[in-house]
T-cell receptor, first 112, second 117 residues
């Protein structure tokens, strides 16, 4: 079983749609959780951290369910510029170590 | 303020050859991590360097080795190249201080795309 599992997609949605991505992780000792965004043939960039209480950044909402080992990302009012691959990322390190485990990524294509 | 820079951007090698990839971290960062990203996959952790020492290592064979220099720049060396080593090699930098503030935020370079024929 992969440490971090995601539906690879692609998700094809019209502009303005709401889309949700899910991710599960296998290591119950995982300490911190993130969503990274990777544009085609570019480097990954941190989109947002994910907290148990849920957190929101504009049109983006991330949620963590530790009991189910499940992470989600909700994008509201999709824009063409949201088209990218969204990587679910887990850090099992309790210390400040940053050995990140990435999922395969979920590809999003927003159409006009 | 320059971000993470990597060189070369693209290279082609044949099986059995050796390759060296280079990385300069973002200004103020002292920790460098290397990741391998195969086509259609997420980045896989290779190893991390801090204070010129390998601090952590992922599940990669000894053919993969690295080095960090006093100026925090780093090299990734891969010996006896296999076809399966074809991938995008990403360097990411951070600092201990930054990790305390924003755990998990790494700054990636644009990568070195290696093709092994």
């Amino acid at each position: 079983r992969k440490e971090v599992e995601q539906d690879p997609g692609p998700f094809n949605v019209p502009e303005g749609a709401t889309v949700a991505f899910n991710c599960t992780y296998s290591n119950s000792a995982s300490q911190s959780f993130f969503w990274y965004r990777q544009d085609c043939r570019k480097e990954p960039k941190l989109l947002m951290s994910v907290y148990s209480s849920g957190n929101e950044d504009g049109r983006f909402t991330a949620q963590l369910n530790r009991a189910s080992q499940y992470i989600s990302l909700l994008i509201r009012d999709s824009k063409l510029s949201d088209s990218a691959t969204y990587l679910c990322v887990v850090n099992a390190q309790k210390s400040s170590g940053d050995k990140l485990t990435f999922g395969t990524g979920t590809r999003l294509a927003v159409r006009p | 303020d320059a971000g993470v820079t990597q060189s070369p951007t693209h290279l082609i090698k044949t099986r059995g050859q050796q390759v060296t990839l280079r990385c300069s971290p973002k200004s103020g960062h002292d920790t460098v991590s290397w990741y391998q990203q195969a086509l259609g996959q997420g980045p896989q952790f290779i190893f991390q360097y801090y204070e010129e020492e390998e601090r952590q290592r992922g599940n990669f064979p000894d053919r993969f080795s690295g080095h960090q220099f006093p100026n925090y720049s780093s090299e990734l060396n891969v010996n006896a190249l296999l076809l399966g080593d074809s991938a995008l090699y990403l360097c990411a930098s951070s600092s201990i201080e930054l990790q305390l503030l924003v755990p998990g935020e790494l700054f990636f370079g644009e990568g070195s795309r290696l093709t092994v024929l």
